[in-house]
């Protein structure tokens, strides 16, 4: 049997096209890894022209360019195998995931883009002062040798940058304007290489910021930031103590939740919607007492059978403080018109009393309230329908959905009736909120269309069941 000894990609690229030309099949080849040793043998009488007849897939120059880089000390073999099979006459075998060759080629595969993700993820730079300035250096040690799988991500995320990335296997500068590929270097050259520097504890603050305590997962945490790589990652050293200290931290974010409520404020036993109103203006309940222009309280009939609900004010509610009369309501109110509905029957108002937004400028842009925005302004919501006592409940969208129906109800519920979760018995529906229209690149008639049969629906019940 021959004996090759393959020592890269390329290679091995050589040495296929070589062993095809010449007819060897792979169980007459042994394909040895250069870092495991072998020798390599004469070729023949093969030319260049010869080898240079053989083509191989697309799809399988693809996948092989990535398996070569797994530390499997018979890929090569494998991908030999794969190639003589491809070429002499099985065309499709790519596609026949459970020939056992085309199943170990992409298990390796997998491992390799896995090992690419890991590398991109978890190298970490350093500051060091270069010839020409600062320059950033790190050290990372692959579970595969995948550098240069992973270098376009670099130059594209860290082009303005001179940086270098040491690994065992290979490295990598790139000087602002080329890149060079270099042999691997080892621990102790690389960390003589690094000094600690303000970006270590740049590093460790994200990692403490962003660490969230009440999804704590460890099992999880490990497999994606396995133990390994914590040795070339800064912010490793603070995940004791961050484990630690997450119970504590979680029960003050409930406790914290918990905190943020607009029950205080609201005032006890019976009471009107026009002191309810009046009392909604000095809320302190949540953070958004401080976010909006003012407090949008509900407006409309106080023995209306029906309730509307939406998500906040907008930006025109918030300046008027009365609510939809922007955009959206413009909607809504033609909705109601062709679903022949009475406006001046029906009460309007929104689980958020407060306009969540953003400034841009001149502008001022929404943003979805959050789901403790939406539970911290329930108990406006719950007194406002416990004073109204309506036959029907009208759900606007996937906001308003869950603070009446309950955190599981689905936008596939729209149309369908249930009973409002908590609070006094009634029927409610869910249907579109009329800004869902706007934003519809179809136009928003179908939706306009079906939110107007929605309503007719609820408010027929509502009539119904008023006897």
Known sequence: MRTLTIAGWEAFRGAARRLLAEGVAPADVALVDAAAGGDALPWGGTTEATAAEVRAPRAYVALAARVACHRDADRWNLLYRLLFRLIRGEGELLAV????????????DAAVRRARHKLTAFVRFQRVAGAEGDEYVAWYVPEHPVLALATDFFVERFGVMRWWILTPDASAHWDRHALHLGPGVGAREARARLAGDDLEDLWRAYYANVFNPARVKVAAMVREMPRRHWA?????DLIASLLAEAPARAAAMVDAAVAASAGPWVPPGRRSLAVLRAAARGCRGCELCDVGTQTVFGEGAD???MVLVGEQPGDAE???????????????????????VPTERLYLTNAVKHFRHRVDGPRRLHETPRARDVAACKPWLDAELATLAP????????TAGPALL????RADARGRWAERAGGATVAAMLTWHPSAALRDPAGGAAIE??????????WARAAREGG
């Open 318 to 340: 918030d300046r008027a403080g009365t609510p939809f009369v922007g955009p959206a309501g413009q909607v809504l109110r033609r909705a109601l018109a062709a679903a022949g």
């Open 391 to 398: 036959r029907v409940v009208v759900a606007l969208g996937a």
């Open 97 to 108: 995931a459970t020939d056992p060759d085309v199943a170990r080629a992409h298990r390796l």
């Open 303 to 305: 023995d209306a059978p």
């Open 449 to 458: 269309a079906e939110l107007a049969e929605h309503l007719r629906a609820a």
């Open 406 to 409: 309950g955190p599981l109800v």
């Open 232 to 236: 070339t990652l800064p912010e490793a």
